[in-house]
């Protein structure tokens, strides 16, 4: 905690419709985002641990340890029991939401349907559920919105992410692969610090004292904009756009692109100055699971040649790859070639972390109390005294 009277911040009229940017505003206990090194869970580099599994990293975010064996059987077992309490009564709702709604509005029907039949009012209870359930949830919207036939039964005890894979039901699939690539992305993507918009949102929301359920879909509201979740989405879209594998063809699409003012999707981070680590890792996971997919050169390529001129420019803070620079090429190369699911698998991952950080916000800090209802001040412009 740090020091009561210390000056942790100068908030001059500079930061002002900045979005927050740097300033503190409270404390996190689960994950933290260091400029160069990246992302943490609870002290450990995401680099050293994210090969411990979905389960592990998820018990970590709770209980800020590792699992021993035992603990990990447990939690294992305690999921599985709550997974049994999905309300399918949910599928009725998804079958009549329209097609045209993005998976991340049908994400939203769902968990607020999921909040309305099954919520406890407690933090804890609520949180381990969805963290439990959600897999049901996704994989049903994925089957139904893409006309892939009704939903598969869940079968809990394979895993986490090994039941969401066998739920998906792929046509033509590699589960495998499908179920490698999956384990990764979702240890990684489930938390990213106190201050991202979907979790800063759903803490937000929940100061109110409104529900998980209610402060989670907040959350994915938050989630669903292209600057922040959708971004893995337009990534893979762009990268589509780019059609060769040629790093030298490469460098002049950029170069053409930034003469054109448009955007390089997938570089740059509001926090992080170096590679995104969680982008290190799937690149090397690409090498394994894909290294002759088309797409996937071109990712290598960009990594290279878009950092390169993007170096050239003094103003750019962070020329290097994010998550989203590679994560698409890697879901369309294990078989998820629809990029408008691609932030319902961040939600997926992400409400885990979120609901760790509201039980913290709501349970755990100032001595049991729970943080604060927030109320930020902002400072009135252009509202001459009338009266
Ligand atoms: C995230 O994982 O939430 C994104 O990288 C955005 C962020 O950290 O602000």
């Not at 260091?34 to 018990?59: F, R, S």
């Not at 894909?290 to 170096?311: G, H, N, Q, S």
Request: aromatic content about 8%.
């Amino acid at each position: 905690m740090p020091d009561a009277s210390e000056v942790l911040f100068e908030i001059t009229k500079a930061h002002l419709n900045t979005g927050l940017r740097g300033i503190p505003v409270g404390t996190v206990r689960t994950s933290s985002v260091d400029p160069y090194k990246g992302l943490h869970y609870v002290g450990y580099p995401v680099m050293d641990i994210w090969e411990v599994g979905p389960e592990a990293a998820v018990y970590l975010l709770l209980h800020k340890e590792l699992p021993t064996d035992e603990q990990l059987a447990g939690f294992k077992a305690n999921l599985v029991a709550r997974a049994k309490g999905f309300d399918t009564s949910v599928f009725a709702l998804l079958k009549e939401l329209p097609k045209e709604g993005h998976p991340m509005e049908w994400l939203n029907a769902g968990l607020n349907f999921m909040g309305m039949t099954t919520k406890t009012g407690d933090y804890r209870e609520d949180g381990l559920n969805v963290i439990a359930r959600l897999p049901q949830l996704v994989a049903a919207i994925f089957r139904i919105r893409s006309g892939w036939g009704d939903p598969i039964p869940s079968k809990p005890e394979l895993g986490l992410m090994e039941n969401f894979v066998h739920m998906l039901g792929v046509p033509g699939g590699d589960n495998e692969k499908l179920t490698k690539m999956m384990r990764v992305f979702y240890t990684l993507h489930l938390d990213h610090g106190g201050g991202n918009l979907s979790t800063f949102s759903g803490k937000a929301v929940a100061s109110g004292l409104a529900d998980m359920y209610a402060s989670l879909g907040a959350s994915m509201a938050g989630l669903s904009g292209p600057r922040h979740g959708r971004a893995n989405q337009d990534c893979l879209n762009f990268l589509r756009t780019v059609g060769t594998t040629d790093p030298d063809e490469i460098e002049a699409f950029v170069r053409q692109r930034l003469a054109n003012k448009q955007l390089i999707f997938g570089f740059g981070h509001a926090v992080l100055r170096a590679e995104d680590p969680r982008a290190t890792i799937q690149y090397a996971l690409g090498h394994q699971i894909c290294p002759d997919d088309d797409l996937f050169k071109t990712a290598i390529a960009m990594r290279e040649r878009a950092v390169k001129v993007l170096k050239e420019n003094p103003k750019v803070s962070n020329p290097y790859p994010n998550v989203d620079a590679i994560s698409g090429t890697l879901l369309q190369a294990v078989g998820l070639e629809d990029s408008d699911f691609y932030t319902t698998l961040f939600g997926l991952s992400r409400c885990s972390g979120i609901a760790a950080q509201v039980i913290d916000e709501r349970l755990n800090f100032r001595n049991g109390k729970g943080v604060a209802i927030y109320r930020c001040k902002f400072i009135a412009e252009n509202q001459p005294r009338r009266g």
